[in-house]
């Protein structure tokens, strides 16, 4: 069983930093995208196809880095300068090739969200 887990999310002062990570565990063969959304509006923030390949919601463009290792079945998203309207709870999204029965199939996984407040 496929299993996408976060953390890294807390309680940050406006214009703090913080990184959060997502990890998998389980029979991934392929990893093709990963990203992260927030669950207002379930908007995209950033994802990663390859380290050359990076997509970014205009709103955190130049303050948030997103980053993966394959070998280590994670990516991170590194938010800097955070502002107090970026208070959500933030998802994992994964896209990835299960190796199942021989077979293989593409499937999207989601994790359990991690809460980031921004807040004096």
């Known amino acids: 069983q496929v299993q996408v887990v976060e953390s890294g999310g807390g309680l940050v002062q406006p214009g703090g930093s913080l990184t959060l990570s997502c990890a998998l565990s389980?029979?991934?063969?392929?990893?093709?995208?990963m990203g992260w959304y927030r669950q207002q509006k379930r908007t995209l923030v950033a994802d990663i196809r390859s380290?050359?390949?990076?997509n970014y919601a205009d709103s955190v463009k130049g303050r948030f880095t997103i980053s993966r290792d394959n070998a280590k079945r994670t990516a991170w998203l590194q938010m800097d300068s955070l502002k107090p309207e970026e208070t959500d709870v933030y998802y994992c999204?994964?896209?990835?090739?299960?190796?199942?029965?021989?077979?293989?199939?593409?499937?999207?996984?989601w994790g359990q969200g991690t809460q980031v407040t921004v807040s004096s």
């Open positions: 999204k994964a896209d990835i090739t299960v190796l199942r029965d021989g077979n293989l199939y593409r499937s999207v996984y």
């Open positions: 389980g029979p991934v063969f392929v990893i093709n995208v």
């Open positions: 380290s050359t390949n990076t």
